[in-house]
């Protein structure tokens, strides 16, 4: 995980974001006010518990990272003052879960928040950025995009699914029932009725013209940037907040959880939770799921050291620490194994944990300034001044 919060965070700099710190611990209010009472981290997922205060105020472990950042963005008084930020942030998210791969009641988010931007060139900016990083970490991946309009044209895409819905009202599942009113365009968000669904009104048959143009311009610029996507109507995202661009990307080899990014613009978010009338748009990267698609495309970086180092006595042993300093100067992956144990143990140990070699030093090789190079694939041995031992190591692994 470390290997993807390390490109993304050098990704991000390069197209100009901060980085901004948001706490563990919100106000349970912050999610129902942004995230809305009717998504299923609200209602189902969220972690909550009544602080010992004078108000006894009700308080959640972060479910999610936008409405930190937003409730952030507000109390620094920036949606008056700078309106325009680039923002990312990154840590453990918490969700009540039934786990399984892919799917964590502690679980790794890096987000990307941009304000004040509401056109579509930043919408395109971003798809190209996630983009980019999936194309860096190597993983075969599949962008899917979707316009679900705004505060004028979502009314008319929201009322054809409600009558939708009570037309196939013995069909639906309980859930859908209870969503029918509450949030119907969460219907397209059911899994038990996702084959049902298929049926159902497209947001896209319901756009303004000013949502289209929107939309038609953030394809266009996909394009014109490289990028292959896959217009998806029935994509609606789980978040109340959403409006226009919504996406997903999803990764091959991670069965039923292949999403890996997700996001979209949330252009009256701000405005929702007392700021002022302010575009939005951002993402959040799954960095366990995208950890997991590296392994499965079989991109995961190698863990094994480069050498093991085995010191035979004391005076060995003290050597071996130099020794070891050293090379890990030279930018060298190293172990140093225990010197209580025997020469044969140790080369099982070194072998086990995958070491390209094994660095020998005994009061021999102390007394003339060498140590002894065993190459653990090749069953070969050469003795190397401690002067080269960082060459040779490095020649072993092929550079």
Not at 220 to 248: C, H, I
């Amino acid at each position: 995980m470390s290997l993807v919060e390390e490109r993304a965070r050098a990704l991000v700099e390069r197209y100009s974001m901060k980085e901004v710190r948001i706490p563990v611990l919100e106000r349970t209010q912050l999610y129902q006010r942004s995230t809305g009472e009717t998504s299923d981290i609200v209602e189902k997922q969220m972690y909550t518990f009544t602080d010992r205060d004078e108000g006894e105020t009700v308080v959640a472990l972060r479910p999610e990272g936008t409405p930190g950042v937003v409730r952030a963005y507000i109390e620094a008084g920036l949606d008056r003052t700078e309106p325009e930020q680039r923002l990312f942030y990154s840590g453990a998210m918490f969700r009540r879960e039934r786990p399984q791969k892919g799917r964590y009641r502690q679980f790794f988010q890096f987000g990307v928040e941009i304000f004040g931007r509401p056109d579509a060139a930043c919408d395109a900016e971003i798809l190209i950025m996630i983009d980019e990083l999936c194309r860096d970490l190597k993983v075969p991946f599949t962008v899917e995009i979707n316009s679900i309009g705004d505060q004028k044209c979502r009314p008319n895409f929201r009322e054809a699914l409600v009558q939708w819905g009570r037309a196939h009202w013995e069909e639906l599942c309980d859930d859908c029932h209870n969503r029918i009113d509450r949030n119907p365009l969460r219907l397209l968000d059911c899994k038990i009725d996702a084959k049902l669904t298929e049926s159902a009104p497209k947001s896209l048959d319901y756009l303004c013209d000013e949502c289209r143009t929107h939309f038609d311009t953030v394809k266009e610029l996909l394009s014109a940037g490289k990028v292959q996507f896959v217009v998806n109507p029935r994509m609606v995202r789980g978040l109340d907040y959403y409006t226009r661009t919504a996406f997903e990307v999803m990764a091959s080899g991670l069965g039923a959880q292949s999403t890996v990014v997700a996001g979209g613009r949330y252009d009256g978010l701000v405005e929702t939770m007392g700021g002022a009338a302010v575009a939005g748009i951002g993402f959040a990267i799954g960095v366990d799921r995208m950890a997991l698609a590296m392994q499965a495309a079989g991109m995961a970086p190698s863990t094994a050291p480069d050498a093991a180092i085995i010191a035979m006595g004391p005076a060995a042993t003290r050597h071996a620490i130099v020794v070891a300093r050293n090379l890990r100067e030279a930018n060298l992956n190293v172990e140093m194994l225990s010197p209580e144990r025997k020469m044969k143990t140790l080369l099982a140990r070194a072998a086990k944990i995958g070491a390209r070699v094994a660095v020998i030093i005994g009061d021999d090789e102390v007394a003339r300034g060498v140590v002894q190079i065993r190459d653990l694939k090749q069953s070969t041995q050469r003795e190397v001044a401690v002067a080269e031992a960082a060459r040779a190591i490095a020649d072993a692994r092929g550079e």
